[in-house]
């Protein structure tokens, strides 16, 4: 499903996570996938960023779910420093998915969710998402992920064809089980955590396997034997 090499939120070594340039980047340095984040806000728009705050990544502050479509205008989560100032936008998943379009890039979607779970803030996010992908007809390209195991049962509810990955902090042992009733395509686990018989295991029974977020080959250098499909990385031209 993806290739050995997925930039980690666009290529956040190298450009401000989860912007435009970064997937640009991807593109421009022969990457053919790279993940990124969606939310959605109470204005039912889709937005890529990671955090459920603007704080840690913009020039503003607040609740993401809050962000209106006349602040999207204004708020900078490109370089923000004096000496390095360039305004960037955050992109909203439809910008994000005609831009992959048109560039052939591939796209790992990580739906986000931020505690405690809302029902139906899952059931709009997932629906919103599914909606922008048919509109922009790209749904040989992307890879929908998450942690959240409620909403790829309802993704796949809604639709048995796009393909999915399961992410995991640590394997648990009922994972052959979740695989098998939502179909998923493949398993993201934290490089920390997981074991080379674990990598085996997955491998023997045809399921593509991924860690997250290496950014050193070295600390991965004995899974790929076992059968590691590839690695999602803040800097791919490391692993490349």
């Known amino acids: 499903m993806m290739s050995k090499i997925c930039g980690h939120r666009g290529a956040a070594k190298y450009k401000p996570e989860n912007t435009i340039s970064g997937f640009e980047w991807c593109v421009q340095n022969g990457i053919e ?75 790992n979607i990580e739906m986000k969710f931020y505690q405690p779970i809302k029902s139906s803030y899952r059931e709009r996010l997932v629906s919103n998402l599914l909606q922008a992908i048919k509109k922009t007809n790209i749904k040989n390209q992307v890879l929908v992920t998450s942690f959240d195991l409620d909403s790829l049962f309802l ?43 674990q990598i085996k295991q997955m491998s023997k029974l045809d399921i593509q396997t991924y860690v997250y977020t290496c950014n050193n080959p070295q600390e991965i250098d004995a899974l790929w034997k076992f059968g590691l499909s590839g690695v999602i990385t803040d800097d791919p031209l490391k692993f490349k």
Request: aromatic residues 8%.
């Open 155 to 197: 993704l796949r509810k809604y639709s048995s064809q796009i393909p999915v990955g399961i992410l995991y902090e640590s394997l648990p042992k009922n994972w052959e089980l979740n695989v098998r009733d939502l179909n998923a395509t493949t398993i993201h686990l934290d490089y920390k955590s997981v074991t080379c018989d």
């Open 33 to 107: 996938w790279a993940e990124c984040d969606v939310q959605l806000t109470n204005e039912e728009i889709l937005l890529v960023i990671h955090d459920d705050t603007l704080d840690r990544t913009s020039d503003a502050t607040g609740l993401v779910k809050e962000i209106t479509k006349k602040e999207l205008k204004t708020i900078n989560v490109g370089e923000i420093k004096p000496k390095n100032y360039f305004f960037q936008k955050i992109p909203t998943m439809e910008e994000l998915l005609r831009y992959c379009k048109k560039s052939k890039l591939k796209l």
